[in-house]
């Protein structure tokens, strides 16, 4: 064997490695915790505690919306009313944090290595972050095309209700990007945790999450319903493939925070704000497309792994 095929053979054998390392990675979340750990009726109760306290009456409010949109409620949100909301989401968000810390402890599973089918250390999270934006950005494109089908309904606007003075739009802004927290934690991260610690399988998992986070988004129209469907369930397997809730939580605050921003600035400066929801939404664009590209990487990466872990014939 010359040295140039050598090298070549030697490289192969680093891909193969590589790509059998990925496979491996992507399909640890099957052994994620204890099956029966935690009875089946305690971590229903759980989540249906927790959903009540949250969204159920958002998801009542959604279905009217969804069939009879209005308009925005009239007058304006002041600074201290949106203040005091803020209080309830901070405690939902640390009390989804305990709860995952106490699941760990009861699990012997800690919530940030579910799965782990990422690289470790920040490239991981980085990789994760981008695949998220990419479907944030998928949600939109669904919804859009649905648009254009003659006959089909249009996307229903955001229920928005103006602040009524600069500390009411900042805190405006903040409750927005910390309802992308309070939703990933205690729709996502929770539900997954506590019902593959109580033994379900991975398919009542998956409808559970995406049952919880789509309901109380139906408010956009009918038309919406397909585009937040896909997204939450992209979403929750993405969550199950790398075991890491904060990149998610990020790419969820630069969506909320993107909107919100905008919408505060277009109450006063109309030309500012188009100028920067452009520059906001080629920056997501670009994190979109490196996600694809990393999506399409990791699946050319699994095909290999599949190949080579196949049984040759005799």
């Excluded at 986070?213 to 009918?222: D, E, I, P, S, W």
């Excluded at 605050?253 to 704000?273: E, R």
């Excluded at 906001?280 to 699946?299: E, F, R, S």
Aim: proline residues 8%.
């Amino acid at each position: 064997m010359t040295p140039p095929q050598a090298r070549r053979h030697r490289a192969h054998l680093a891909r193969r490695r590589r790509s059998i390392r990925v496979l491996r990675a992507l399909w640890r979340p099957l052994r994620l915790t204890t099956p029966g750990a935690i009875p089946h009726s305690t971590v229903w109760a759980l989540l249906g505690g927790l959903y009540s306290t949250t969204w159920l009456t958002a998801t009542i409010a959604a279905l009217i919306l969804a069939f009879y949109p209005q308009p925005g409620p009239a007058g304006t949100q002041d600074a201290w009313t949106l203040f005091n909301s803020l209080i309830p989401a901070l405690a939902l968000t640390f009390a989804g944090l305990a709860i995952l810390q106490l699941l760990a402890k009861t699990t012997d599973t800690p919530p940030s290595t579910i799965g782990a089918g990422m690289p470790a250390g920040w490239r991981g999270s980085v990789a994760t972050f981008l695949l998220a934006t990419l479907i944030f950005q998928m949600r939109g494109v669904i919804t859009n095309a649905l648009e254009t089908i003659p006959g089909l309904p249009d996307q229903n606007s955001f229920p928005w209700t103006p602040p009524s003075s600069p500390d009411a739009a900042a805190l405006l802004v903040y409750d927005s990007m910390l309802s992308g927290a309070v939703e990933e934690i205690i729709v996502l991260a929770v539900p997954v945790v506590a019902l593959r610690a109580a033994g379900h399988r991975w398919p009542t998992i998956l409808i559970t999450a995406v049952l919880l986070r789509t309901a109380f988004h139906v408010y956009y129209g009918v038309i919406a319903i397909p585009g937040h469907l896909v997204w939450a369930l992209a979403l929750a397997l993405l969550y199950i493939a790398t075991g890491r809730i904060w990149p998610l939580f990020l790419a969820h605050v630069m969506n909320n925070g993107i909107a919100s921003f905008y919408y505060v600035i277009h109450q006063k400066h109309p030309n500012a704000a188009t100028t920067f929801l452009g520059a906001a939404q080629a920056v997501a664009i670009l994190c979109a497309i490196a996600g694809l590209l990393l999506a399409i990487l990791l699946c050319s990466a699994l095909r290999a792994a599949r190949r080579q872990t196949r049984p040759t014939p005799a």
